[in-house]
């Protein structure tokens, strides 16, 4: 019940938590959906035979097939990395609800290059379609959360962006499992590969459609000074009159935010950019916030999501619906991952224990895996199903490697990064952190599959020792930021202070602030001790917008 109970800032009128809100999130979280699907099912419509036989890649060496199936892959990722540094300029210009709709377009236009895509024209569209969908997916990856957290009541913040998360999950979910469905119904031919490509303008049209019935984000056009637009933006999205209190109120709130953002940035676009690059501690967190995601690379999720029926092959599970079957098995144990992580992992145990207990789990789990392809050889002895003995345990510990990642690693390095910058710089830190993502995926989608041939049963030795060495680095550098108010953050990386004991030091120094408080004994101070918690609590669910893959 705690995390879906309302925690009001303040008294609001029952009238603010309204299907237009709710509305206008559901149509934003269909770029979540079209982000997880696309990230899902290309690893196996590759590996359908009605595609390569589409396509001629029967007759092509395995060192060929690697090269193909790295491009086909990781030119999303490029696409991507260059669509999250875009998402910037278009949100900061044309606003959130015009940014969406363009992505949408765009997305729209990879998607049916994607599906026009046949034997006679070959793979060139195929590969222009994926740059082109993931430039799509790069920009609404940075817009989607940040319209959802600025229309949101704070009280249900939370709540929305959870929505978010759910559905990016769910997309992933229809896309590691529908080449199964296809592959069981569908005979083999050009309709059978055909389908799960032309599913992408399901979410893709939705969003396009929906876009065009958004509200604008109210924060957006206070920012270009737009006053009056965000006063009917917002009483639509509230259903409340423009001239009720609690529109004055949040107006006048977001009109002084934006105010100070400014003096602490600078106004225009490279104002954040600005503010962050002349600031040597701003400069160090933004390497902190890239290298977590080089370490949640490093647990090989990408090369699981790209590459899931090479890995199943690798233990020795072979035929078309054997490795999609399993392969849609850690689709839903991703899911359920992600839902325990969203709804109390992150907030119970903090970041550095999940990230620690994520590594040192996944790990053992790879050092097993590992070690029985090494002694077993299954590749060698294929099969179309499980047997009692190694195969079933191997498999068993993939899932739980599953089991330990998406709790931990998945959506925490996206939490953590939206938490350690300051409010007048974030929008910008976030396409810096969206920017690093990508660019560590499109490293693994693009070679995963040369190191598979070249390196056999060393890539789980590999991935298995990167999150062994990542333990010591979240030891030592990466500071807890559980329940520290944002405002705080900046003690939390003060200089000389180690990180390992950060978090202990800071929060101690909150608590004595609030018995200060509380032994002044004035009714005032009392009232504003709670207001200012209040107020953590109510930023803290905004910045927690953003996810994993």
């Known amino acids: ?185 569908i005979p083999a031919g050009h309709k059978q590969w055909l389908i799960a490509f032309a599913v992408q303008l399901i979410p893709g049209g939705l969003l396009l459609i929906g876009s065009l019935f958004l509200r604008e984000s109210p924060r957006w056009l206070v920012s270009r000074d737009r006053n009056d637009d965000a006063v009917e933006s917002l009483s639509y999205i509230r259903h409340l009159s423009p001239a009720h209190p609690y529109i004055v109120e949040e107006i006048a709130s977001i009109d002084a935010t934006i105010q100070h953002e400014r003096s602490l940035a600078g106004a225009g676009f490279l104002g954040p950019a600005r503010a962050v690059f002349v600031s040597k501690a701003l400069v160090l967190r933004l390497l902190l916030g890239s290298s977590m995601f080089v370490w949640q690379n490093a647990t090989g999720i990408n090369a699981i999501n790209y590459y899931s029926p090479t890995i199943f092959k690798s233990i020795g599970v072979t035929g078309q619906n054997s490795g999609l079957l399993t392969t849609g098995v850690y689709g839903i144990i991703k899911l359920v991952g992600a839902l325990i992580w969203l709804l109390y992992l992150v907030d119970q145990f903090g970041r550095r224990a999940v990230l620690i207990g994520g590594s040192a789990g996944g790990a053992v789990c790879m050092y097993y895996i590992a070690a029985y392809i090494a002694v077993a050889k299954p590749a060698e002895h294929p099969t179309t199903s499980l047997t009692a003995g190694g195969k079933a345990l191997a498999i068993a510990f993939f899932y739980l490697w599953t089991v330990f990642y998406s709790p931990t690693w998945n959506g925490t390095p996206w939490v953590y990064t939206a938490e350690i910058f300051p409010q007048h710089v974030r929008v910008f830190s976030q396409a810096c952190m969206a920017a690093s993502n990508w660019l560590y995926a499109f490293l693994i989608a693009r070679f995963t599959p040369q190191m598979f041939t070249a390196m056999g049963y060393g890539v789980y030795l590999f991935f298995a020792s990167l999150m062994i060495v990542s333990i010591p680095f979240v030891f030592f550098y990466v500071p807890e930021t559980k329940q520290v108010p944002l405002e705080r953050m900046d003690d939390i990386f003060a200089p000389g202070l180690p990180s390992r004991r950060a978090h202990r030091t800071v929060m101690r120094s909150v608590e004595q602030e609030q018995h200060a408080y509380k032994g002044k004994g004035g009714k005032g101070q009392g009232l504003k001790a709670k207001s200012s918690s209040e107020a953590s609590v109510t930023e803290k669910e905004e910045i927690e917008y953003t996810e994993v893959v």
Request: aromatic residues 14%.
């Open 1 to 185: 019940m705690g995390k879906l109970s309302k925690i009001e800032d303040r008294p609001t009128p029952p009238e603010v938590y309204n299907w237009r809100v709710y509305m206008n999130a559901i149509i934003a979280t269909f770029a979540a959906t079209m982000i997880g699907y696309d990230s899902a099912f290309i690893g196996t419509s590759i590996t359908l035979a009605s595609f390569k036989t589409e396509f001629s890649l029967t007759t092509k060496s395995t060192a060929e097939l690697d090269i193909i199936s790295a491009n086909i892959v990781s030119m999303y990722q490029a696409g991507s990395f260059f669509g999250a540094i875009f998402g910037y300029p278009i949100g900061y210009f044309l606003g959130r609800k015009w940014g969406l709709f363009i992505s949408a377009a765009i997305f729209v236009i990879g998607a049916i290059l994607q599906t026009v895509a046949n034997s006679s024209i070959g793979l060139g569209t195929i590969y222009a379609g994926r740059v082109i969908a993931g430039m799509a997916i790069g920009v609404a990856s940075n817009l989607a959360p940040i319209y959802v957290a600025e229309i949101a009541p704070p009280a249900i913040r939370g709540r929305l962006i959870g929505l978010y998360e759910l559905m990016w999950q769910v997309g992933g979910v229809v896309g590691f499992w529908i080449n199964y469905g296809v592959s069981l119904h």
